[in-house]
């Protein structure tokens, strides 16, 4: 046993592999402390997406190894290992190797150990991850994940329950699932998706679901079950449905196995089902084939869905991938190209979150705010800062009296 430091960065599904296995951790009895110089080990869970979260990271593992030894996880050491061959005070531990992180770490404590909280419940924030599968079924030519994480590797239902019945008992209130791609959930163990949802949608308790990204050519393969697994009130009404680009010949060199049709079909096909939908996709700008007109067809396909949420990544080239080896467009013109999706898509979400003042809307708190606010969330997944020091884990009706591009404010009704 000893006392452990950790930092975990990158999605969702990282954020929440990395809490999962510093749990396995702290319940052998490992204690967690926030100060790297107090701690005998510390675990850093990394990202490397893109480039320069790739220098974010070998520049933070520098800073931590200068303490002491450091265990460097997560998507880095699993695609990159050769960064770190060399380095002093640094044990690279890929993602399938998180299971051997207890042998790695296991001696006496010392006498000052004090038995610090558990990590993954926190009282003033009600919101934790599971993650349900590692890796997708895709080929997409620019992703370095597809390098760390090969395979895809669904987690059996029972193994899911059994965390989120723990999270539920402790507090927890908004549980993420998370993977690559959710609705290849499944695939490889002979279940689905709208089975696990509908399976932990039992569950007892007063708890909502989020369901993690989907890339739209597995959405369409079970959508029919899909809409109808939203319809549970513990479901919340959010869909991450990742378009990258408008531009058919844009997505064919990317490797992307569907049609933009395809996705205008699926959001369709949500908002006639669930017309509040907050829907999130995300866009990449810049990959080396597009042109100004492919760009022009991405701000026409963000238009036409009128997404809530808009994730704009500017194309950058990684090791190992196929897209590395195109000539890439220059960083002045990608820019350019990001202010203006940035552009199109503020005046987007501005406008709908501003079409709900006056509305009386119900919300989960789930987090202390700031400067004595309390935040929330809708059933369908709006942000909601609410203007008074409220009880966590409760519902409330608010009057929605502001709004701006990413949050709703309101008021107890």
């Known amino acids: 046993m000893s006392r452990l430091y950790f930092e975990v960065y990158g999605c969702t599904m990282n954020q929440a592999e990395g809490e999962l296995a510093l749990q ?78 207890p042998a790695v770490l296991s001696f006496d404590p010392p006498e000052d150990v004090d038995r610090e909280k558990p990590f993954i419940y926190d009282e003033n924030d009600l919101r934790a991850s599971i993650p349900i599968a590692s890796g997708c ?28 019945e723990r999270m539920v008992g402790s507090g927890v209130r908004e549980v993420r699932l998370s993977a690559q791609d959710a609705a290849v959930y499944g695939q490889d163990i002979g279940t689905t998706l709208p ?3 509908r399976y932990l949608t039992a569950l007892d308790g007063d708890h909502m679901i989020r369901i993690g990204m989907m890339n739209p050519d597995t959405a369409n393969g079970i959508l029919d079950d899909l809409l ?60 080396p084939t597009e042109t100004d007109d492919d760009l022009e067809l991405s701000v026409e396909l963000v238009e036409c869905l009128e997404p809530d949420i808009l994730n704009i990544t500017r194309f950058s080239a990684r090791p190992g991938t196929r897209a590395a080896e195109l000539r890439e467009i220059p960083g002045w013109r990608i820019k350019e190209r990001s202010r203006r999706m940035t552009d199109v898509h503020t005046l987007i979400a501005s406008t709908k979150n501003r079409g709900l003042i006056g509305r009386e809307l119900e919300v989960l708190t789930l987090r202390q705010g700031h400067d004595g606010a309390t935040a929330g969330r809708t059933i369908n997944y709006k942000p909601v800062s609410i203007e008074a020091d409220l009880a966590l884990g409760r519902r409330y009706k608010v009057e929605i009296v502001d709004a701006n591009q990413t949050y709703l404010t309101g008021r107890v009704s």
């Open 137 to 164: 079924k895709g080929a997409c030519s620019y992703c370095i994940t597809k390098l760390a994480r090969p395979n895809l590797v669904s987690s059996p239902p029972e193994e899911i329950m059994g965390a989120m």
């Open 24 to 101: 396995r951790l702290v319940d052998l009895g490992h204690v967690i402390v926030d100060d790297p110089s107090r701690a005998d080990h510390r675990l850093i869970f990394t990202c490397t997406v893109i480039e320069t979260t790739e220098r974010r990271m070998l520049s933070r593992i520098d800073e931590l190894r200068a303490v002491g030894p450091t265990l460097v996880c997560g998507c880095l050491p699993s695609a990159q290992i050769e960064l770190l061959e060399g380095l002093e005070n640094v044990m690279a531990v890929p993602i399938d190797e998180y299971q051997g992180l």
């Open 195 to 197: 089975d696990l949802i």
């Open 228 to 287: 109808d697994a939203y319809s549970s009130t513990k479901v919340y009404r959010f869909l991450h449905l990742p378009a990258q680009s408008g531009s058919q010949d844009v997505l064919d060199s990317m490797g992307r196995k569907y049609r933009t049709e395809g996705v205008v079909r699926i959001v369709r096909s949500f908002r006639e089902r669930y017309p509040e939908l907050t829907l999130s996709t995300d866009v990449i700008v810049g990959y």
